[in-house]
């Protein structure tokens, strides 16, 4: 009987299309077959574009003159990894009962492109149709199989996906290759990734590290003021009313109205309003704030990392266990904050189990009806591949505490969602006296309404903004100026991205963005995807273009040399933010009809080969060098390169030093006058700010001047006041503080305890849950990521926990090396591990996936 095979993106995909459908045997299966249907997944993709040294033997070396590499057909290659699951579709696809094919891979150009590469490797010829899912209910599941599509209604989405793929290949490629050329001139082999995503995103990171550089505090005074009425007493600050209508134009970003830049003029407001009276206007308004939307993936990690400073590769880990492991959550690789419009009903059906956790919050949904059709919530027009992440109403049980956090945070965003808006009391106040303006502002909650799911310190947190408790004033009162007290203050630098604010920044892309057809399309989709933008912040980490310091991610040197030697060979392009806006947006043309795929891969393979030129045109970065306006201590001119700065004579000073970027202006100083700063900005090695005089010595040596000042206060800044355990010292409470994890007897001014576990350990970032585990268990799971001082080489560890507090390392038992027993599958296994290991990490540095 001829049978229809329909094939999932994913496992849990398949199981759920298997239970709607019908008539298969009960559990889990990789096949599912009845009498008219196969069900089967791949498990994400299955097949990759393979590399250049795949197609051409002489692609194996990396060399300029064999650049630009533009395949004139890109060919297919198994992914290792699920080598297994392709041979099983393959065998589906091939037998000769199976006679259709439906396409039940996720709604979307990813999924389209699993599906399309799998049928291409297949090599089959068999009638198409598309399942098309907004929703994952079984009736949302029968009614897509009743109204398949075409495959030919799907072939620009097919060819916007192909497009987006070969394109990452060619620009990855040949632009990492070219780079990297460049790079290892000077002698060696650097390896220099770009990527249409990756290098963008990097981008961000060192324009606002420079940003933060090339910052010079401006000194400003402000005058506050207290005030008596009738009604009681208040504070107010003064403010320029003519530079507050200007901001609203948009003026220059360090003006404020509340800013005055001259000392005197603050000093001689407040004599001259001081012991003054004036009337007072009063406006009052009613604001009203509605929940937040529920949580995408990039909201969710943004949340985390801001509340308890995960990673976005930690929350990824986390929410992907539990959807997959405890399924409590949906699928957590998604990109929308809606619901379908058919949700209703499951919506409630999930409230009332959450009632067994949440019984005060859910109840009031469910009995003043809270759950109602609306836009802001059920909207099949903003849902794409998947919809928002929502608890599935399974009740998991034995999570950690980091999967504790992330499901309490998914529930209580969907709670709070049916919640009726916040309602609060504006209120601005303006006190006129000697015809200077004081404004006092105050925010006062009314009604709670959804933050009362976040509990009274949430809603009381939210209601204490300004004065909060402004009584109201009449018409015509007046107010004295009881006191008057000029402030001192200096502007701030803009703050070191986090990755809270770097997801922001990659998902809101298009505010770096000019023109506004491209700004649309990065609105779309940003920087990246939800399901990449954790693992393209990982890989910078691990190429060691960004660094982790606590909480904050700095530019590495690295990253700065990449931008030089962009900005020296003409390639600004690839770390443009506009390039990935124009790709996104003839993508979406492309998925319209109204723009090919001939077209926008001729205008790739252009720039491709632009990229190229411009690095062979560019020829060395050795030979790089900008005159100075500065001689080194023999007299002979400075030159800057991308590297340092130098002199004929052999004189050097490298344009780093301690992880700080060196001026031409602050070099030209200190050769002049053999000594600057104090400067800060620096790093140690252990990753800690520091600040120093530079000075030069007599061989031209740079070397640092400390002030008497200790950097103490830094290091016992605690910046999570949650407990991680108790100290095994003492038995006092372990805080986390910007460098450490430290006893709290070892914070106070006479400290009584030194224990202390720093947050970096041959440098592997050690995080709160692991020394939890390590306070709790006295033992780590097994860790990978250790560099070993000697060998400079990775290694796994576990962490245990010694007698007197000390911290040392544990290894995993190995196979002993005597020959092995017949059929021991141990050594067999152990014999084989070492070189497949080497061939994988082989493969990994060289894959044009990781580095496209």
């Keep these: 009987m001829p049978k229809t095979l329909i094939i999932a993106e994913k496992p849990s995909v398949a199981a759920d299309l298997a239970a709607a459908i019908g008539g298969f045997p009960h559990g889990r299966h990789e096949v599912y077959e009845n009498d008219r249907y196969l069900v089967s997944s791949a498990i994400g993709h299955l097949v990759e574009l393979c590399r250049p040294g795949d197609m051409d033997e002489k692609h194996k070396e990396w060399s300029l003159e064999h650049l630009p590499i533009l395949p004139s057909a890109f060919r297919l290659r198994p992914i290792a990894q699920t080598k297994q699951r392709l041979d099983l579709l393959l065998r589906l696809l091939r037998r000769s009962d199976v006679e259709r094919i439906i396409n039940a891979c996720d709604a979307g150009r990813e999924g389209e492109l699993i599906f399309r590469y799998l049928i291409d490797y297949a090599r089959v010829e068999k009638p198409v149709d598309r399942l098309w899912l907004q929703s994952m209910t079984p009736e949302a599941i029968r009614q897509a199989l009743s109204n398949l599509r075409p495959q030919a209604e799907m072939e620009p989405l097919a060819q916007a996906a192909l497009c987006r793929s070969e394109s990452d290949w060619l620009i990855g490629i040949n632009g990492t290759r070219a780079l990297t050329a460049l790079h290892s001139r000077p002698g060696g082999f650097a390896l220099t990734p770009v990527g249409r995503v990756q290098t963008p995103t990097l981008a961000i990171v060192v324009q606002r590290d420079r940003e933060i550089q090339d910052f010079r505090p401006r000194d400003y005074w402000e005058v506050h003021g207290t005030f008596q009425a009738a009604t009681g007493s208040y504070t107010g600050r003064w403010f320029d009313p003519a530079i507050a209508s200007a901001r609203k134009r948009a003026e220059a970003a360090e003006e404020r109205p509340e800013r005055i830049w001259e000392e005197a003029r603050a000093r001689a407001i407040r004599e001259k309003c001081l012991g003054k009276g004036g009337p ?55 990109d929308s904050r809606h619901l379908p419009e058919d949700y209703p009903a499951t919506v409630r059906g999930v409230v009332e189990k959450l009632a067994q956790l949440w019984e005060g919050s859910a109840r009031a949904i469910l009995e003043n009806g809270w759950i109602q059709p609306n836009k802001r919530i059920f909207d099949n027009a903003k849902v794409s591949d998947h919809f928002a992440i ?153 190429e060691e273009y960004l660094r982790r310091q606590a909480r904050e991610l700095l530019a590495t040197p690295k990253s700065f040399a990449l931008f030089e030697l962009l900005r020296a060979a003409g390639i600004p392009v690839l770390s443009s933010p506009e390039m990935t806006g124009d790709w996104e947006w003839k993508l979406q043309q492309i998925e319209r009809g109204t723009f090919t795929r001939p077209r926008f891969m001729e205008e790739i393979c252009r720039l491709t080969r632009q990229i190229v030129d411009d690095a062979r045109r560019f020829g060395s970065a050795d030979a790089y060098a900008k005159p100075m306006e500065a001689e080194g201590p023999d007299g002979s001119p400075l030159v800057e390169t991308l590297y340092d700065y130098r002199s004929s004579s052999g004189f050097r000073i490298p344009k780093f030093l301690a992880s700080r970027p060196i001026s031409r202006e602050e070099v030209a100083t200190l050769v002049r006058q053999g000594e ?66 430290t006893c709290e007897h070892a914070l106070k001014e006479a400290p009584s305890c030194s224990f202390r576990i720093g947050k970096q350990i041959l440098s592997r970032e050690i995080s709160r849950e692991e020394v939890a585990q390590l306070l709790r268990e006295r033992k780590t799971a097994l860790l990978p990521g250790f560099l070993s001082r000697k060998t400079k080489r990775r290694f796994s560890a576990f962490l245990e926990l010694k007698e007197g507090g000390k911290i040392g390392f544990a290894f995993e038992k190995r196979a002993p090396s005597s020959a092995p027993k017949a059929g021991s599958r141990g050594s067999a296994g152990g014999a084989k591990a070492a070189p497949a290991r080497a061939k994988k990490a082989a493969q990994k540095k060289s894959s044009p996936r990781a580095r496209g």
């Design 390 to 542: 929502i608890p599935t109403g399974t009740l998991p049980g034995g999570l950690d505490p980091a999967q504790r956090r992330i499901y309490d945070l998914v529930c209580k965003r969907f709670l709070a969602a049916f919640y009726p808006p916040a309602r609060f009391e504006a209120v601005t106040r303006i006190t006129a006296i000697e015809g200077e303006s004081f404004r006092t502002e105050g925010k006062i909650l009314r009604d709670p309404g959804w933050l009362s799911v976040y509990g009274r310190e949430a809603a009381a947190e939210a209601g204490g903004e300004g004065e909060a408790n402004l009584a109201p004033i009449p018409d015509g009162a007046t107010a004295r100026a009881e006191a008057m007290e000029v402030v001192g203050l200096s502007t701030k630098p803009p703050p070191h991205f986090t990755e809270a604010t770097l997801l922001s920044a990659m998902e809101n892309a298009g505010k770096l963005v000019e023109e506004e057809q491209l700004r649309e399309a990065m609105a779309k989709k940003g920087l990246g995807t939800p399901a990449t933008r954790a693992a393209i912040i990982e890989g910078l980490v691990q």
């Design 280 to 334: 007072v206007t009063e406006e009052r308004k009613a604001l009203l704030q509605a929940a937040p939307p529920l949580f995408d993936l990039t909201s969710l990690q943004r949340e985390a990392n801001g509340r308890f400073g995960f990673s976005a590769k930690r929350t990824l880990q986390v929410a992907q266990a539990l959807y997959e492991s405890h399924k409590a959550l949906t699928y957590p690789r998604t």
């Design 676 to 741: 600057i700063g104090p400067l800060s900005g620096f790093r140690s090695r252990s990753g800690q700010p520091f600040s120093a005089r530079l000075k030069l010595g007599p061989e031209g040596k740079v070397t640092f001047v400390f002030s008497q000042e200790s950097s103490e206060g830094e290091s016992r800044q605690i910046v999570n006041e949650e407990p991680l355990g108790s100290c095994p010292v003492d038995g006092g409470s372990i805080l986390e503080t910007a460098t450490a994890y």
